[in-house]
C-alpha cells in the first residue's frame, strides 16, 4: 500500500465506522429508554427527594408509575427499583425531573456524547496533537464504536461527566490554579470515590492548595447533602448502601479491578464459582495488593523531579490506578484513560518506539473487548451451574489491559541527568 492509497482508505473506513457508530448509538439510547438504566435509579431518587421521600426506598411498580412520567415502557419492564447510588446523583440529576423520564434520559445522553468528544478534543488541544485528516476521520470512527461509550449511552452512566471534572482538574493543576482544581476533584469524589486517590498525587507533588481546595468544597458539599438528602438518607448510604455495593458487586462479572479479579478466584458470587472458598485468602491479597500498588503509585510519583511533562505523566498515571485498585470498575468508566492515551498518542507521533507501540495497541484492545457480552454468553453456556473460575479469567484482559497501561504511562518520566565528575577524587 503507497502512500497515497492509504489516506483515502483510513477515510473510508473512518466514515463506515462513523455511519455504524450513529446506528449503535441510536440503538443504546433506544435500549435506555425501555431497559431499566443507571440513569433510572438517580431519576427516581431525585423524584423522590422532589416528594420528600427517601432515594433508597424500594419503589413498587406503583410509585414507579407515579415518578416516571412519560416512561410507561419501562415500567412495565421494571416493576421495582431501589437506588444504590450516591446521595450527591440525585442532586445532580435534579434538575431533569422537570422532564418526562424518556426526555430526561435522551438530554442525559446527549450530554453524555457531547462531554465524550469534548474530553478527546480538549486533551488534544492541551497536548497540542495534530492528526491529518484522515486520521481523524478515523479516529473518530473508532471512537463512535468503542465499546465503553456505547456502554456508557446503554447503561445511561455517569462516568463521562466525572472524567470531564477529572480532567478539568488537570487542566487547572497545568495552569497553577489550584482553587479549582481541588474543587473539580471533590465533586468527582461526592459521585465516586475512587477519584480520592488524586489527592495522593497533591499529597506527594505538595499541591497544598489544592488539597485544601478539595476538603474545603467537599465538606461544603456534604453539609448541602445533609441539609437536602437528609442526615437519615445520607447515613444509611455510608452504613447500608456502600457495603452492600461493596458485598454484591465486589466480584461480579464486569468489574475488572484487581481487587475483583482476586475475590472472584478465592470468593466468588452467584454467578462465578472460585477455584478455592478462601475468603480470608482474599481479603489478604486484596489488602496486600491494594497498598502494594498505592505504595507504589506514591512512589513514582515523588521520585520524578518537577517538570511539567512529569506532573501531566503523573497525573494520567493515576488515571490508570485508580481504576485498577478501585474495588469496583466497569467498562463505562474507561473514558478516564482518555489523558494516558493522549499522551501515548503523541509519543506514537513524535517518536514511535516499537515495544511500546505494541504494548499501547494491545492495552487498547484489551481494555475494548465487550466483557458484557461475553459475561452474557458464559452465563448462556453453563446455565443453570455457575461459571467456573477458569471461564471466569475471560474477564482479565482489561484488568491485564491497565497494568499495561500503567507500565508504559510510567516509562515517560524524564529525570534530570547528573550532575558531571568533578575530577578531584570528590
Known sequence: MNRSTFPRMATAIGAMLIIIGIILVAKRLLNALIVSTDFAQDYVAAMALRSGTSIYQRFTETELRSLMSGSERLVHV????QNFHPPFNALLVLPLT?????????????????????VWWFIGRELAI???????????????????????????????????????????????????????????????????????????????RAIGSAVVSGGG??????????????ARYL??????????????????????????????????????????????????????GVSLLAWQIGRVPPAPENETT???????????LSPISWSHALPLLALPAGLLLRDLQASPR?????????????ISLPDFDVAYWLM???????????????????????????????????FQPEPPATGDGR
Request: glycine content about 4%; some cysteine.
Open 221 to 234: 458539599l456534604f453539609l448541602l447533602i445533609l441539609v437536602t438528602v437528609g442526615p437519615d438518607d445520607t
Open 98 to 118: 422537570l422532564f418526562p423520564y424518556d426526555i430526561a434520559a435522551l438530554l442525559w445522553a446527549i450530554l453524555s456524547i457531547i462531554l465524550y468528544f469534548w
Open 130 to 208: 495534530t492528526l491529518p485528516r484522515h486520521w481523524l476521520v478515523l479516529l473518530t470512527g473508532l471512537a463512535l464504536c468503542w465499546y465503553p461509550f456505547q456502554a456508557h449511552l446503554a447503561l445511561g452512566q455517569l462516568s463521562l461527566l466525572l472524567t470531564a471534572w477529572v480532567v478539568g482538574s488537570w487542566s487547572m493543576l497545568r495552569q497553577r490554579r489550584d482553587v479549582p482544581a481541588g474543587i473539580l476533584i471533590s465533586l468527582a469524589c461526592l459521585m465516586k470515590l475512587f477519584p480520592g486517590l488524586l489527592l495522593v498525587y497533591l499529597l506527594v507533588r505538595r499541591r497544598w
Open 314 to 324: 503523573a497525573f494520567a498515571l493515576v488515571c490508570v490506578a485508580m481504576l485498577l
Open 239 to 292: 452504613t447500608s448502601i456502600i457495603p452492600h455495593d461493596a458485598e454484591h458487586y465486589g466480584s461480579v462479572v464486569g468489574n475488572f479491578s484487581l481487587p475483583a479479579t482476586i475475590k472472584r478466584l478465592f470468593i466468588g458470587n452467584y454467578l462465578v464459582r472460585p477455584l478455592v472458598e478462601a475468603p480470608p485468602v482474599a481479603t489478604t491479597l486484596v489488602i496486600l495488593s491494594s497498598l502494594a
Open 380 to 414: 448462556q453456556h453453563y446455565a443453570p451451574e455457575r461459571i467456573p473460575w477458569y471461564a471466569a479469567l475471560l474477564f482479565f484482559p482489561s484488568t491485564i489491559g491497565l497494568a499495561l497501561f500503567w507500565w508504559v504511562v510510567s516509562q515517560r518520566f524524564q
Open 354 to 366: 516499537p515495544t511500546t507501540t505494541v504494548l499501547f495497541l494491545l492495552a487498547l484492545f484489551l
Open 78 to 81: 421494571r416493576q421495582e427499583l
